[in-house]
T-cell receptor, first 114, second 112 residues
Framework: AQSVTQPDIHITVSEGASLELRCNYS??????LFWYVQSPGQGLQLLLK??????LVQGIKGFEAEFKRSQSSFNLRKPSVHWSDAAEYFC????????????FGRGTSLIVHP | EAQVTQNPRYLITVTGKKLTVTCSQN?????MSWYRQDPGLGLRQIYY???????DKGDVPEGYKVSRKEKRNFPLILESPSPNQTSLYFC???????????FGQGTRLTVV
């Protein structure tokens, strides 16, 4: 069975600082990987996804993530955080077949200090 | 506009009173799913459907029912709601292999 671990429940950064949110997955074959963002009171918005090819993927809002098969990781990064990035971030993994519905991590809450 | 629509957005109900949360998508997606979101637990899958009349249990199906009579609709039914079903619920849909899941805006349910 597939699973996702986001080891950090909360992350606090200063505005303008760099950000890295960690995600580790467990899946037997090549996974499909996603990062979603949830702003307060909102639904989930896709930031980026990895299906195959280049292991460094670019997303919206200046985010990027790198797939590292050897570490079973898909960490999310941003070079300079803005106050509007404060939100809940979810990593998700999906199989290449089957239900096509992703399994989510528990989420990381990002707090941005001015 | 491509979207997944859930109704209602907010609902307060009493224990044992049957309720239905509707979900509709206009993207002709085969795959639909319901999640509940609870603090510290992320999103946990309740039920999913791979096509019309095909549904299966997710990780936390107890106390819930679903149906998929039409491709666009995937209602979530709570026959006898209990306070531990107080949660934020999301419906999602996907067209399959090389796409992501699209989410509704969520339904905040409170059972008292």
């Amino acid at each position: 069975a597939q699973s996702v671990t986001q080891p950090d429940i909360h992350i606090t950064v200063s505005e303008g600082a760099s950000l890295e949110l960690r995600c580790n997955y467990s899946y037997g074959a090549t996974p499909y990987l996603f990062w979603y963002v949830q702003s307060p009171g909102q639904g989930l918005q896709l930031l980026l996804k990895y299906f195959s090819g280049d292991t460094l993927v670019q997303g919206i809002k200046g985010f990027e993530a790198e797939f590292k098969r050897s570490q079973s990781s898909f960490n999310l990064r941003k070079p300079s955080v803005h106050w509007s990035d404060a939100a809940e971030y979810f990593c998700a993994v999906r199989s290449s077949g089957g239900s096509y519905i992703p399994t989510f991590g528990r989420g990381t809450s990002l707090i941005v200090h001015p | 506009e491509a979207q997944v629509t859930q109704n209602p957005r907010y609902l307060i109900t009493v224990t044992g009173k049957k309720l239905t949360v509707t979900c509709s998508q206009n993207m002709n997606h085969e795959y639909m799913s319901w999640y509940r979101q609870d603090p510290g637990l992320g999103l946990r899958q309740i039920y999913y459907s791979m096509n019309v009349e095909v549904t299966d249990k997710g990780d936390v199906p107890e106390g819930y029912k679903v149906s998929r009579k039409e491709k666009r609709n995937f209602p979530l039914i709570l026959e006898s709601p209990s306070p531990n079903q107080t949660s934020l619920y999301f419906c999602a849909s996907s067209s399959g292999l090389n796409t992501e899941a699209f989410f509704g805006q969520g339904t905040r349910l409170t059972v008292v």
